[in-house]
C-alpha cells in the first residue's frame, strides 16, 4: 500500500523568505499524481498544486513551486517570497492513477507552517 | 458558482443522539467523501461513494452511516455507537479523472455535550 510521509510536524519561516517543506512517498507505481492542500485557520482545505508523475517538469503555481524526485520519491513544496496569509497546515497527497485504487487520495500527516512578521 | 456546501457550520450533539451533517455539490462530480479532522491532526477516511446508491467504508467507519440516493448530495448521519464524535468533518467531491484532486466543502465543528 501506498504511503506518504511528512517529517516536518512544523516549520516557520521570516515574511518575505523562502521555504521548503517536505514530502515522501513509498509506492511501487509509475503512474500516479502529488497534491499540496493548504488548510488555513479558517480549516477550508484548498489545493495549492499539482504534479503528474509521468511530467518531468515541475509544477509551478505563482509562488508556489514543487521539486519532484520521482526516483527518489520526494515531493517538496517551495514557497518564495512568504506572506502571512501563507500561514497554515500544508498537506501532501497522493492519488494512484489505477482504478483498483478507486482513486483515492492518501495523505501526509501535515506541516504547520508558522510566517514570522 | 460550483462548489460544495456543507451545513450546518456548527453543531452539538447531546449523548445517545443521532445526528446528521449535510454535504451538497452541483460541480456534476461523480465521487464524493467524508473525512474526519482531530485537533492537529490529518485527515482520516470514514466513508466515500463513487456512484449514486453505492458507497464503501473508509478506515474510521464505526460508528457512521452514509446514504448517496442523489448525485449531488452525501448526508453523514453520526449514531449515538460512534463514542467520541466531537471533531471536525469534511466533504470532498471529485470527477472521475484519474488526475483530478479533491475540492472540498468548508467543514462541520461537532461537539459533544
Known amino acids: 500500500a501506498q504511503t506518504v510521509t511528512q517529517s516536518q510536524p512544523e516549520m516557520s519561516v521570516q515574511e518575505a523568505e523562502t521555504v521548503t517543506l517536505s514530502c515522501t512517498y513509498d509506492?511501487?507505481?509509475?503512474?500516479?499524481?502529488l497534491f499540496w492542500y493548504k488548510q488555513p485557520p479558517s480549516r477550508q482545505m484548498i489545493l495549492v498544486i499539482r504534479?503528474?508523475?509521468?511530467k518531468q517538469q515541475n509544477a509551478t503555481e505563482n509562488r508556489f513551486s514543487v521539486n519532484f524526485q520521482k526516483a527518489a520519491k520526494s515531493f517538496s513544496l517551495k514557497i518564495s517570497d512568504s506572506q502571512l496569509g501563507d500561514a497554515a497546515m500544508y498537506f501532501c497527497?497522493?492519488?494512484?492513477?489505477?482504478?483498483?485504487?478507486?482513486?483515492?487520495?492518501?495523505w501526509g500527516a501535515g506541516t504547520k507552517l508558522i510566517i514570522k512578521p | 458558482d460550483g462548489g460544495i456546501t456543507q451545513s450546518p457550520k456548527y453543531l452539538f450533539r447531546k449523548e445517545g443522539q443521532n445526528v446528521t451533517l449535510s454535504c451538497e455539490q452541483n460541480?456534476?462530480?461523480?465521487?464524493m467523501y467524508w473525512y474526519r479532522q482531530d485537533p492537529g491532526q490529518g485527515l482520516r477516511l470514514i466513508y466515500y461513494?463513487?456512484?449514486?446508491?453505492?458507497?464503501q467504508k473508509g478506515d474510521i467507519a464505526e460508528g457512521y452511516s452514509v446514504s448517496r440516493e442523489k448525485k449531488e448530495s452525501f448526508p453523514l448521519t453520526v449514531t449515538s455507537a460512534q463514542k467520541n464524535p466531537t471533531a471536525f468533518y469534511l466533504c470532498?467531491?471529485?470527477?472521475?479523472?484519474?488526475?483530478?484532486?479533491?475540492?472540498f466543502g468548508s467543514g462541520t465543528r461537532l461537539t459533544v455535550v
Open positions: 461513494s463513487q456512484i449514486v446508491n453505492d458507497f
Open positions: 509506492t511501487s507505481e509509475s503512474d500516479y499524481y
Open positions: 497527497a497522493y492519488r494512484s492513477a489505477s482504478m483498483d485504487s478507486n482513486y483515492q487520495l492518501i
Open positions: 504534479q503528474e508523475a509521468y
Open positions: 460541480l456534476n462530480h461523480d465521487a
Open positions: 470532498a467531491s471529485s470527477p472521475q479523472g484519474r488526475g483530478s484532486g479533491y475540492t
